[in-house]
């Protein structure tokens, strides 16, 4: 847990502090979205995490690539960027809604949508296109492998309500903790 906390230090400071600290300005709405989603994801709790003890995983968060005291603005942003469409793609439909209330999933959704809007433009803003393959090396590509690591546990566990539950909390405390920096 607490290898999580470092790497959503740097990017809270991105995500969900005030609009002009990486240089662009990002909306009032996208703390508020930011802050909802997570409310979102409590609220989407349907069972105990007590109940799936044998279902946890270290899904080994990738820590030293993204502190935030190693990251350059827009390898922040990218980071950030890669953690929400991530998350978002995570929770698709097709294979969430199973699991969970489908209004407080598309709300989820929708709130996530929002922010990679928001952060869309800042990346622009931020990277140009001279960085376009900045998404594609180092500390991004660290957080895609360990999404990666996060679908493949699902499939392998097989989507079950414990292993929906497991990355629930993950995702939770992942944007969280980006939530503080």
């Known amino acids: 847990m607490a290898f999580v906390l470092s790497l959503l230090m ?13 240089g662009c300005d990002l909306s009032q709405n996208h703390v508020l979205f930011g802050r909802k989603n997570l409310r979102l994801l409590g609220q989407m709790r349907r069972i105990s995490p007590r109940f799936c003890l044998q ?5 080994a968060f990738p820590q030293e690539m993204v ?7 827009a390898q922040a ?3 950030l960027h890669e ?14 809604s199973a699991a969970w209330d489908t209004t407080l ?13 928001d952060l869309d433009a800042c990346l622009w803003q931020v990277m140009g296109e001279e960085d376009s393959a900045l ?4 500390p991004t590509l660290a957080v895609k492998r360990y999404f990666q690591g996060i679908h493949v546990y699902l499939q392998e566990k097989g989507y079950s309500d414990c292993a929906w539950e497991t990355v629930r909390v993950e995702i939770m405390r992942s944007l969280s903790s980006s939530a503080s920096l």
Not at 13 to 22: A, F, T
Not at 67 to 73: N, T
Not at 105 to 115: A, N, S, V
Not at 135 to 138: A, D
């Open 83 to 96: 953690m929400l469409q991530q998350s978002f793609n995570l929770f698709h439909p097709e294979r969430a």
């Open 105 to 117: 999933l598309e709300q989820l959704r929708t709130g996530l949508h929002q922010q990679l809007d």
């Open 10 to 22: 740097a990017l809270v400071l991105v995500s969900y502090g005030p609009g002009g600290s990486l």
């Open 77 to 79: 942003i990218s980071v």
């Open 67 to 73: 502190e935030g005291s190693q990251l350059q603005e």
């Open 135 to 138: 998404g594609r090396t180092g």
């Open 55 to 59: 279902d946890r995983k270290d899904f």
